[in-house]
């Protein structure tokens, strides 16, 4: 790393930033989540002596010092000071620091987390047993329906494609994209999450649905949008056309634990209300199409009542990494409150004991939160368009949000 080059030169900086972030696949293979940058960059960092993570804690400390220097605009700084804090965090880390699991999220994500009310918990089981009445406890009633709600897998392929083609077409018409962009999606297994984007630039995408888990009609929807449209590869797309086009160069990586994801799954988790809020009734036209019975309308109301058990799946790793609770007591506390399966318990707890995405839980909670309450300041819909259309195209942070709403 030269002093001197971070000091004078935008340019300068931005390439030793990306060469730190490549350097952290090199601890831990999916780090770099997305990079659309500089082939040889990558294949050097790749062809590399692996790199200790003390020295990279260093280099994220130094390029952190030099950012006032590099001759980038406040909004860049921004973006970058809050990513380095976050890469400085994961450098320690794999250097074996104890860290507490709330600090530790704050460093990645720019948020700090709490144990929620259980009385949140017990409204939404209120809430969802209205909407599912009958005998039988909640929970029975919940995996009944959910059950009936599972999409048959050979027919899995045929709902992902029009599911995909309805609402590209909705995003399309709202927030334009490049007329080369595409989606391929594929079916895997042995994975600790449900679905996943992997951009591979060029405005290319490819979407993985796990094919360990059900799938679930009125939960399909909400998966394609959140990985598709106009969920990450529109962001990836529409952040590739701008803001790359114009130089920022730092936007070609994407970097798993920093607050990039935290934004970037709100928007996602946000993204089907985006294009469709009356996605219920929406649903099932589509279903119709295809020969398959689904209650859009009850669906709807089944999900926004079980929104607030959003909560839960955080709370369940600061029982087990804050407050050192076994795992078999954090697979009950989901099952209690998540009205899941063991199984799915189990699936979760996956998720949570990985290295990699034991804190990014929180992504999802709190950008579902903070992302929500910002979008809900919007005085009308075409304002509130007009905001996702801003998380889409604009490099902001948890911190930007925060100050906005103040």
Same mark, same amino acid.
């Given at each position: 790393m030269t002093a001197g080059l971070i000091k004078t030169t935008s340019d300068?900086?931005?390439?030793?930033?990306?060469?730190?972030?490549?350097?952290?696949? %090199?601890? =831990? =293979? *999916?780090?770099?989540?997305?990079?659309?940058?500089?082939?040889?960059? %990558?294949? /050097?960092?790749?062809?590399?002596?692996?790199?200790?993570?003390?020295?990279?804690?260093? %280099?994220?400390?130094?390029?952190? @010092?030099?950012?006032?220097?590099?001759?980038l605009t406040r909004r860049r700084e921004v973006f970058l000071d809050a990513h380095l804090r976050a890469l400085e965090?994961?450098?320690?880390?794999?250097? *074996?620091? =104890?860290? *507490?699991?709330?600090?530790?999220v704050a460093a990645y994500f720019d948020v700090h987390i709490e144990l929620g009310d259980p009385q949140h918990y017990q409204q939404a089981h209120r809430l969802m047993a209205q909407v599912l009445p009958g005998s039988g406890s909640l929970a029975e009633r919940v995996q009944a329906h959910r059950k009936a709600d599972e999409i048959p897998p050979e027919r899995l392929p045929e709902c992902v494609a029009a599911f995909a083609s309805a609402l590209r077409e909705e995003v399309r018409r709202r927030?334009?994209?490049?007329?080369?962009? %595409?989606?391929?999606? =594929?079916?895997? /297994?042995?994975?600790?999450?449900?679905?996943? @984007?992997?951009?591979?630039?060029?405005?290319?995408?490819?979407?993985?649905?796990?094919?360990?888990?059900?799938?679930y009609m009125s939960a399909l929807p909400h998966l394609v949008a959140h990985e598709a449209y106009p969920g990450h590869h529109t962001e990836h797309c529409r952040k590739e056309a701008g803001l790359v086009a114009a130089g920022e160069l730092e936007q070609t990586i994407f970097l798993v634990n920093t607050p990039q994801c935290l934004m970037a799954e709100g928007l996602a988790d946000h993204a089907l209300r985006a294009v469709v809020p009356d996605w219920g009734r929406w649903a099932e036209e589509i279903y119709a199409d295809l020969g398959l019975r689904f209650d859009g309308e009850r669906a709807q109301r089944l999900s926004e009542a079980s929104a607030q058990l959003l909560g839960v799946r955080q709370d369940a790793a600061l029982l087990l990494h804050d407050r050192r609770r076994s795992a078999d007591e954090v697979a009950e506390f989901l099952q209690r409150w998540s009205l899941v399966t063991p199984q799915r318990a189990r699936q979760s707890l996956r998720f949570l004991t990985s290295g990699l995405w034991r804190a990014y839980i929180s992504t999802y909670v709190e950008g579902y939160r903070l992302l929500g309450t910002w979008l809900d300041r919007a005085r009308d819909a075409d304002e509130r368009a007009q905001r996702f259309g801003r998380l889409l195209d604009e490099p902001l942070t948890p911190e930007g949000l925060r100050r906005e709403l103040d």
């Amino acid at each position: 790393m030269t002093a001197g080059l971070i000091k004078t030169t935008s340019d300068g900086f931005v390439r030793e930033y990306l060469l730190l972030g490549l350097s952290f696949d %090199r601890l =831990e =293979e *999916g780090f770099v989540d997305a990079f659309t940058g500089d082939p040889d960059m %990558r294949r /050097s960092v790749a062809n590399s002596p692996a790199p200790q993570p003390r020295e990279l804690a260093r %280099r994220a400390a130094a390029l952190r @010092n030099d950012l006032g220097s590099a001759g980038l605009t406040r909004r860049r700084e921004v973006f970058l000071d809050a990513h380095l804090r976050a890469l400085e965090c994961s450098a320690r880390k794999f250097a *074996g620091d =104890e860290i *507490g699991f709330v600090d530790e999220v704050a460093a990645y994500f720019d948020v700090h987390i709490e144990l929620g009310d259980p009385q949140h918990y017990q409204q939404a089981h209120r809430l969802m047993a209205q909407v599912l009445p009958g005998s039988g406890s909640l929970a029975e009633r919940v995996q009944a329906h959910r059950k009936a709600d599972e999409i048959p897998p050979e027919r899995l392929p045929e709902c992902v494609a029009a599911f995909a083609s309805a609402l590209r077409e909705e995003v399309r018409r709202r927030y334009p994209l490049p007329p080369e962009e %595409r989606v391929d999606y =594929e079916v895997v /297994s042995d994975k600790p999450w449900s679905g996943f @984007n992997y951009y591979r630039g060029g405005y290319r995408s490819t979407v993985a649905i796990n094919s360990d888990l059900p799938q679930y009609m009125s939960a399909l929807p909400h998966l394609v949008a959140h990985e598709a449209y106009p969920g990450h590869h529109t962001e990836h797309c529409r952040k590739e056309a701008g803001l790359v086009a114009a130089g920022e160069l730092e936007q070609t990586i994407f970097l798993v634990n920093t607050p990039q994801c935290l934004m970037a799954e709100g928007l996602a988790d946000h993204a089907l209300r985006a294009v469709v809020p009356d996605w219920g009734r929406w649903a099932e036209e589509i279903y119709a199409d295809l020969g398959l019975r689904f209650d859009g309308e009850r669906a709807q109301r089944l999900s926004e009542a079980s929104a607030q058990l959003l909560g839960v799946r955080q709370d369940a790793a600061l029982l087990l990494h804050d407050r050192r609770r076994s795992a078999d007591e954090v697979a009950e506390f989901l099952q209690r409150w998540s009205l899941v399966t063991p199984q799915r318990a189990r699936q979760s707890l996956r998720f949570l004991t990985s290295g990699l995405w034991r804190a990014y839980i929180s992504t999802y909670v709190e950008g579902y939160r903070l992302l929500g309450t910002w979008l809900d300041r919007a005085r009308d819909a075409d304002e509130r368009a007009q905001r996702f259309g801003r998380l889409l195209d604009e490099p902001l942070t948890p911190e930007g949000l925060r100050r906005e709403l103040d």
